[in-house]
């Protein structure tokens, strides 16, 4: 922002993205992503565009990844972890919702860690099939 400032006091216009990246000796792709990260976040309330009182927001802008697939998928997975027995529902639950080693795992159900990679490997075949 201060080489910004200073080439725009130099030149009496705003400075293109070469002339800073040359003044500072770095990439263009450098000065460019410095200058988009410090723009100032917007409201996703905020109007974008508004005609005869209706008004659309930011937010109505911002795409839905759910679609059939993503709903069905996750439909599957429901019922594939269903189909596991309760050891091996909470081996996956504290490894993956958790976030605890297979080390920290295996002490908490007083088993060996080899067990437990077992277990994990073994469950989560059984939901991929």
Do not use: H
Request: aromatic content about 6%; glycine content about 4%.
């Amino acid at each position: 922002m201060q080489v910004k400032e200073k080439l725009t006091n130099k030149f009496k216009r705003e400075p293109t993205i070469k002339e800073i990246s040359d003044d500072m000796e770095l990439p263009a792709a450098d000065v460019v992503i410095a200058l988009e990260s410090i723009v100032d976040p917007v409201s996703l309330y905020e109007p974008i565009y508004s005609e005869g009182g209706d008004t659309i927001c930011v937010l109505d802008q911002i795409g839905d990844n759910n679609d059939d697939r993503n709903w069905l998928q996750e439909i599957c997975f429901k019922e594939a972890i269903k189909n596991l027995s309760e050891r091996e529902k909470n081996i996956l639950s504290l490894r993956f919702m958790r976030g605890m080693t297979q080390m920290e795992v295996s002490e908490e159900i007083g088993i060996s860690q080899a067990q437990v990679s077992r277990l994990e490997k073994f469950a989560i075949e059984k939901i991929k099939s």
